[in-house]
């Protein structure tokens, strides 16, 4: 039986016809072993045919097609045109060798040509790829170097260029940025109450809140120049007036150190940069919002913004956490707890980032691993539809949201009626 194999090159397709195989034997070894000499390889390979690509896109085109295991019209025809013809009833008496598996199925169910691709048909093809250039004589030196570079490049730039499919990148990047947010906002949050309390450290015991805290300490600047004319405008700051009036008592009796104009010019310069971190944040949180209302709007639903975004973002993108197994899904973010478990023999965390959601919260403890099962599958359910394109309306999750919290009040009566009978 002929063997022909199918060499996709940055020039363009080449068959080559490999006869007289029994002088390198049937054997992956034997074939190795010819493979580094051009003369013995030669006399067994010969180029049949070699159709060059028409111009530069027309090559990208083929090159994408061929990655996705796709026969395209031009490859089709090329093959027709140059093996042997495949007669309705009889069996071939060649074969095409491929290099990758899916195109020579998708070959065979069009063209009914019979593919295989195996260790012996690869490695004659590695062959072809080294010898390619003294075997195809009508190439100049240097063609097919330039045509590699150029489909290189475009290749690799078409792949990095935007793809609505790929929107979850954004989400990503937005949820790592929030998280690093919130941890530089409360350093930077400390750093301010620290400095601000050589100044007035009866302020820290009034004020709680970090963001609030900056704001007040800005405004107030030097305790000294604080009087009542200051009430209406801490009230609005704070929110309260009695706590404007205790700010106002403790600044009078303040036990804080004198601070130089210099100094308290520092201070407020950083209390203003915290604020604009902690603003720009909240538009962050309200941007991730809106994109996860984009392309995962029942996940979002579900489970919430924040906690689908870094299941997301622990998955690598939205189509691979709906491949996930519901047990990968259960236990997402806990990697470092996990593998510190199998080295230590001890026990495996049960949850991971998906037990942050609301309804895991607002169950009862005897059954909350319940309540993750149902709510991971029903995520996973809602993550293929999305994923596949087979739906991705907000009315769905709405729904599974809806009857989830019945379920979960009803569970919820029903455990504490049991608990009164019981009592």
């Known amino acids: 039986m002929a063997l022909y194999l199918l060499y996709e090159s940055a020039s363009g397709y080449s068959l080559f016809l490999a006869h007289g195989i029994d002088q390198i034997g049937q054997n992956t070894e034997a074939v190795r072993g010819s493979i580094s000499d051009i003369n013995r390889f030669g006399k067994v390979v010969q180029l049949a045919a070699f159709d060059p690509f028409e111009s530069a896109l027309d090559a990208l085109n083929q090159c994408n097609s061929v990655s996705e295991g796709v026969m395209t019209d031009e490859l089709r025809k090329f093959l027709e045109k140059n093996l042997p013809q495949v007669k309705e009833g009889k069996k071939p008496k060649f074969s095409l060798g491929v290099s990758e598996p899916k ?56 792949k990095v260029k935007f ?72 009230t609005d700051l704070v929110g309260d007036e009695d706590k404007a009036k205790e700010i106002i008592e403790a600044a009078k009796a303040s036990m804080g150190q004198d601070l130089s104009p210099l100094d308290l010019m520092n201070v407020q310069q950083f209390a203003q940069k915290v604020m604009d971190l902690a603003e720009y944040r909240k538009r962050l949180y309200d941007y991730l919002v809106s994109k996860m209302s984009d ?7 579900l489970i919430g913004e924040v906690v689908g975004a870094r299941l997301i973002s622990h998955a690598g993108s939205l189509t691979n956490l709906a491949k996930c197994p519901s047990s990968t899904l259960q236990i997402l973010g806990a990697e470092k707890a996990l593998f510190r478990a199998l080295k230590t023999r001890g026990n ?15 169950a009862s403890h005897g059954t909350r691993a319940e309540w993750l099962v149902i709510l991971q599958t029903s995520a996973l359910l809602l993550l293929a539809l999305i994923a596949l394109q087979i739906v991705a309306v907000l009315c769905l999750g709405r729904s599974f ?11 919820t009566r029903v455990l504490h009626l049991a608990k009164t009978l019981m009592s």
């Open 103 to 158: 195109i020579g199925s998708h070959i065979f169910e069009e063209t009914k040509i019979p593919c295989q691709s195996n260790e012996f048909v690869l490695e004659l093809i590695r062959g072809v790829r080294l010898h390619f250039v003294t075997l195809l004589k009508s190439l100049k030196p240097g063609d097919l170097e330039k045509a590699q570079l150029g489909l290189g490049h475009s290749y690799s730039r078409a």
């Open 163 to 234: 793809n609505v499919n790929r929107v979850d990148n954004m989400v990503i990047q937005a949820i790592f940025l929030l998280d690093t947010l919130d941890k530089d906002i409360n350093s930077f949050s400390m750093r301010v109450r620290e400095w601000y309390s050589w100044h007035f450290p009866e302020l820290v015991k009034i004020v709680n809140d970090n963001y609030l805290y900056a704001k007040v300490s800005k405004y107030i600047k030097d305790k000294s120049t604080l009087s009542e004319d200051h009430l209406s405008d801490l």
């Open 295 to 301: 392309i995962a709007p029942n996940l979002a639903s």
């Open 348 to 362: 495996t965390p049960k949850y991971g980032l998906i037990f942050h959601s609301s309804f895991i919260g607002r």
């Open 401 to 411: 949201v809806s009857k989830l919290r019945s379920d979960l009040t009803f569970m």
